[in-house]
């Protein structure tokens, strides 16, 4: 017999165990009953297949195969499920009881609803199975499934009370730079704080592919771009990008890319360009890339057809965009480094990232020229160009005024922006080929050196120049009528620019939009019109 003494530690003890008192199979029939009830009993939902959505408390969580959502007592808490498309399920109502009749210590509630493995899933299909035909032999296997069941889905949540959001980007950051090392996902999971299993599922939720995939894609594409970059050996390239061995990195090189190293490397190049400049570039070279962006101006000097352009200022999300390039099947992707969908896109294409202000559009020509194998029609291009711009420096040296300062506007509905050369709009030409200088109030009001100054319509006088280039003009009716006001005001009237007749309305902002050859070569026959007129 137990001890006085025994008898009173246990009794201090309680104990929780759990009860099901209904399970059900989810479907059309028992949408009503789960809808129309006030839930008086704790809740496991889980989804076998097909798409709904559970609404409780005010809010709307997604529901899908795999998915698991539990929700503790609250007889204000309204619980409702929504059938997208056919979905089965199992719903378990339980009781949670305490050896010494004390408030039991409930499960903690799922929300949102958690995406568990095949394994959960199962269990809670054979616990439905036994519940609809219980035997004599099954009396004990409802609990015992009913408690695998449980520790399982608390064994989830206990894996994912670290949300993926809060490790997933360093995850992936530390395999965007350690791509070439001995990767493994046990040591990556480490890293994240998980355990592997919850990392694999998190992962593939993420990235949409497994470990192994997306290091090898990070790999290959990172040859990819080597290639179109330079001229390596097979051997070398293997060793650079993680691989220990030529003939392992070729096999994994054709299966994801279909050639060969070599192969890619010769081929040429379907090419999709995501940004204007780069897509002026490519037809500047005589090659219509596969996907590209146009405006009106461009699509009037190189017609396109519809499936194979895309607008500068098109509203288009990164899904739609993923899904326009992919159907283009490009070899290589040109964009700017700047651009927030460069990373989903690599499992079409390499992506080749151009920086947005440190390099000139000289410095882009002659790069993606080198990519597409026209490095000779760049170099004879750019000739021409400079001979055009010198016959227009000889002309303008023979007026007798010196060029001095210029300056370029645009104005928009509300400000007024004006650029140095790294924006273009013709600054490119008219500091860097023409000989003129912008002036020392543009300088000094760009504090920040962001290459542009941003000031209302009425304080443009306070960046006077020689020459004064209006680009573009508001489209508003009173934005239009600030600039009509501004052109009559005294300040305005005052400059030496008005007075001398040297502002250029030009209002060209299809052509001035561009930082291409195409466009500075337009820009620049414009440019000499109005100054030697």
């Given at each position: 017999m137990p001890t006085t003494e025994s008898v009173d530690v246990l009794s201090v003890h309680s104990h929780t165990f759990y009860i099901p008192v209904r399970i059900m199979e989810l479907n059309s029939s028992s949408l009503l009953n789960i809808n129309a009830e006030t839930p008086s009993l704790a809740r496991i939902l889980v989804i076998r297949s097909g798409h709904?959505?559970?609404?409780?408390?005010?809010?709307?969580?997604?529901?899908?195969?795999?998915?698991?959502?539990?929700?503790?007592?609250?007889?204000?808490?309204?619980?409702?499920?929504?059938?997208?498309?056919?979905?089965?399920?199992?719903?378990?109502?339980?009781?949670?009881?305490?050896?010494?009749?004390?408030?039991?210590?409930?499960?903690?509630?799922?929300?949102?609803?958690?995406?568990?493995?095949?394994?959960?899933?199962?269990?809670?299909?054979?616990?439905?199975?036994?519940?609809?035909?219980?035997?004599?032999?099954?009396?004990?296997?409802?609990?015992?499934?009913?408690?695998?069941?449980?520790?399982?889905?608390?064994?989830?949540?206990?894996?994912?009370?670290?949300p993926a959001s809060l490790w997933m980007d360093q995850v992936l950051s530390y395999m965007e730079t350690h791509y070439d090392e001995d990767l493994s996902r046990e040591q990556v999971a480490g890293i994240a704080g998980v355990s592997n299993e919850h990392f694999?599922?998190?992962?593939?939720?993420?990235?949409?592919?497994?470990?192994?995939?997306?290091?090898?894609?990070?790999?290959?594409?990172?040859?990819?771009?080597?290639?179109?970059?330079?001229s390596p050996h097979v051997n070398t390239l293997a060793i650079d990008v993680g691989y220990k061995e030529a003939t392992y990195f070729s096999r994994k090189f054709k299966q994801l890319v279909g050639l060969s190293p070599t192969a890619y490397q010769h081929k040429n190049k379907q090419v999709a360009a995501l940004n204007f400049n780069h897509t002026a570039i490519l037809l500047a070279l005589g090659i219509t890339p596969v996907l590209g962006v146009y405006n009106p101006w461009l699509e009037n000097v190189k017609p396109v057809s519809s499936e194979k352009k895309l607008r500068p200022h098109d509203e288009i999300d990164d899904a739609a965009l993923y899904k326009a390039v992919a159907?283009?099947?490009?070899?290589?992707?040109?964009?700017?480094?700047?651009?927030?969908?460069n990373k989903a896109l690599r499992s079409i294409a390499p992506v080749l990232e151009l920086p947005v202000m440190s390099m000139d559009w000289r410095e882009q020509f002659r790069f993606i020229a080198d990519i597409v194998a026209r490095k000779q029609q760049a170099e004879s291009w750019l000739k021409?160009?400079?001979?055009?711009?010198?016959?227009?420096?000889?002309?303008?040296?023979?007026?007798?005024?010196?060029?001095?300062?210029?300056?370029?506007?645009?104005?928009?509905?509300?400000?007024?922006?004006?650029?140095?050369?790294?924006?273009?709009?013709?600054?490119?030409?008219?500091?860097?080929?023409?000989?003129?200088?912008?002036?020392?109030?543009?300088?000094?009001?760009?504090?920040?050196?962001?290459?542009?100054?941003?000031l209302d319509i009425e304080e443009m006088p306070s960046c006077p120049a020689d020459h004064i280039f209006i680009t573009a003009l508001p489209t508003r009716i009173d934005a239009r009528s600030r600039v009509s006001q501004l052109f009559r005001s005294p300040a305005w009237l005052a400059m030496e620019a008005v007075r001398r007749k040297q502002v250029y309305l030009l209002n060209q902002p299809g052509l001035f939009f561009g930082y291409d050859p195409l466009s500075t070569q337009a820009q620049l026959l414009e440019l000499q019109r109005v100054l030697l007129r």
């Open positions: 709904g959505l559970l609404h409780l408390g005010g809010h709307h969580y997604s529901l899908t195969r795999g998915s698991a959502a539990m929700c503790n007592v609250s007889p204000n808490l309204e619980w409702q499920v929504e059938f997208l498309t056919p979905l089965q399920g199992v719903m378990i109502e339980y009781r949670a009881l305490t050896t010494d009749g004390s408030k039991p210590r409930a499960l903690d509630t799922m929300i949102p609803p958690l995406s568990c493995p095949g394994k959960t899933v199962r269990l809670a299909a054979e616990l439905l199975r036994l519940w609809k035909a219980p035997g004599h032999h099954d009396s004990f296997r409802i609990q015992q499934s009913f408690t695998e069941l449980l520790a399982d889905l608390h064994q989830e949540m206990t894996l994912g009370s670290k694999s599922r998190a992962f593939h939720r993420h990235t949409g592919q497994t470990f192994n995939a997306y290091l090898a894609m990070l790999r290959i594409r990172s040859a990819q771009q080597r290639l179109l970059t330079g159907a283009t099947h490009p070899d290589v992707i040109i964009n700017y480094s700047s651009a927030q969908a021409r160009y400079d001979e055009l711009a010198a016959a227009i420096n000889r002309q303008l040296d023979q007026r007798p005024r010196s060029r001095g300062t210029a300056v370029v506007w645009e104005i928009g509905p509300n400000e007024a922006y004006c650029f140095s050369s790294h924006y273009g709009r013709g600054c490119q030409i008219l500091y860097d080929d023409l000989g003129f200088s912008p002036p020392d109030e543009l300088l000094e009001q760009d504090l920040m050196g962001r290459g542009y100054v941003q």
